[in-house]
């Protein structure tokens, strides 16, 4: 039986890349032969948009088969789990109604370690080496319950001005977190929507290279249309267009994760 590791991708900043790179670190671990199941954390169901149409999304949302129902009701995820049109790539869905997840959660017993209950089965049966969580852009119970449920944390940021701002709030809530959960690590930093030529680039970098103890990523991911493309599409950027500059960015980055997470 093979051992499943968990990895999230948090910041409480909007925009950073989160569901972009859980989509795509996911549909390029699937084609380098892992299995695995992503999880979407945000009422926005922009991952989960990744891979159907609104249409279907929200029709998932309706029939009671997504996240929030099975958080509402501390279940099991196994019931949850969707095939997306993939090989070795599921998917939980989101549900708009995930607005009201703090509200749902706040009056449960040991309410920030529900999500790593109902994954437990899911984990246990060995089916998956990976599972991917997006969370919302949020520091509050749900998220805390999405960290308390992973092994590793990746930190999308966006290479702009304000790329790294309010990073040092995200760095303390997985300080806290870690009290909670002490085998949390931080896996890495990925550097996000790049442009080479711009100052920011620079910046965010060196900033990054100041912080003691931080891993940041070799790879970085540019900024490249392709992705919207394929956003629009439904699609992971590889499965539209595989010669892109951002589904090589994304391959390569899937293989540093698999380096750098297998325990
Ligand atoms: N490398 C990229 N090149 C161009 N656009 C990107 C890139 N990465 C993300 N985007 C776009 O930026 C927006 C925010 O990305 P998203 O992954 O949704 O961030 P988050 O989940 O952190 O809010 C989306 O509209 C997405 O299409
Ligand atoms: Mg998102």
């Known amino acids: 039986m093979s051992q499943t ?16 790179t859980c ?23 922009n991952l989960t948009l990744s891979f159907f149409d609104d249409e279907t ?17 501390e279940r099991d995820l196994t019931p949850f789990v969707l095939s997306t049109p993939y090989e070795g790539l599921d998917l939980i ?7 009201g997840i703090e509200f749902e959660l706040f ?19 060995g089916q ?7 969370a919302p852009p949020t520091l509050g119970c749900w998220v805390m319950n999405i960290m308390c449920a992973s092994d590793y944390l990746i930190i999308p940021v966006e290479a702009s001005p304000w ?20 085998d949390l690590r931080l896996l890495g930093i990925l550097v996000t929507k790049v442009n080479e030529r711009k100052n920011y ?9 100041t912080l003691d103890d931080v891993p940041v990523f070799p790879t970085y991911i540019r900024t490249d249309s392709t992705i919207e493309w394929s956003q629009d599409n439904s699609k992971p950027v590889m499965a539209y267009k595989k010669s892109s500059r951002a589904a090589q960015e994304y391959f390569q980055l899937a293989k540093e994760v698999i380096q750098h997470a297998d325990r």
Do not use: H
Request: charged share 20%.
């Open 201 to 209: 680039f620079k910046q965010t970098m060196e900033t990054l290279g």
């Open 5 to 20: 590791t968990t990895i999230c991708f948090a910041n409480n900043k909007g925009g950073s890349g989160k569901s972009t």
């Open 107 to 125: 009056t449960k017993w040991q309410r920030e370690l529900i999500l790593r209950q109902g994954l437990k089965k899911i984990k246990q049966s």
């Open 57 to 73: 999304a929200l029709e998932l949302a309706k029939n009671g088969k997504n996240l929030y129902n099975a958080i509402k009701d």
């Open 163 to 182: 790329g790294l701002f309010g990073i040092a709030n995200m760095f303390e809530f997985y300080e806290q977190v870690q009290r909670l959960s002490p």
């Open 128 to 134: 998956y080496d990976y599972i991917l969580i997006d």
């Open 23 to 45: 989509c795509n670190v996911g549909y390029s671990m699937a084609l380098q032969g892992k299995k695995v199941l992503l999880i979407d954390g945000d009422m926005q169901m």
């Open 93 to 99: 869905p989101s549900s708009t109604l995930m607005s």
